[in-house]
């Protein structure tokens, strides 16, 4: 089993950056791959980023390229999510996630993941 705590959400304003961080305990080496999802209320659950462990190989969904950076310290068990120039409709709960399994980790899909963390809120005003 592997245990994920995200943190570093809030409010800011729209033009602004956040960086979110998940910590990681439990059985972490055997992670294949990390991602952050999000989701706004009254929509579904969406893959933003994710992260192959191993190579370092990234994804990101296209509302974010440019903007977002997924990153890790593997010394310290923790994935970073850099929010950058942050819009309005970037507000959500925002999800850190991994899985065991490497089949197509990469893909942005919530059925790839098998570990959740409870989610941080990130708020953006205009």
């Known amino acids: 089993q592997v245990q994920l705590v995200e943190s570093g959400g809030g409010s800011v304003q729209a033009g602004g950056s956040l960086r979110l961080s998940c910590a990681a305990s439990?059985?972490?080496?055997?992670?294949?791959?990390m991602a952050w999802f999000r989701q706004a209320p009254g929509k579904e659950r969406e893959g933003v980023a994710t992260?192959?462990?191993?190579?370092?190989?990234?994804n990101y969904a296209d509302s974010v390229k440019g903007r977002f950076t997924i990153s890790q310290d593997s010394a310290k068990n923790t994935l970073y999510l850099q929010m950058n120039s942050l819009r309005p409709e970037d507000s959500a709960m925002y999800y850190c996630?991994?899985?065991?399994?490497?089949?197509?980790?990469?893909?942005?899909?919530?059925?790839?993941?098998?570990?959740w963390g409870q989610g941080t809120q990130v708020t953006v005003s205009s």
């Open positions: 996630a991994a899985t065991d399994r490497l089949q197509q980790c990469l893909q942005l899909a919530i059925e790839r993941y098998n570990s």
């Open positions: 992260l192959y462990t191993g190579a370092g190989n990234s």
């Open positions: 439990g059985n972490t080496y055997s992670i294949y791959c």
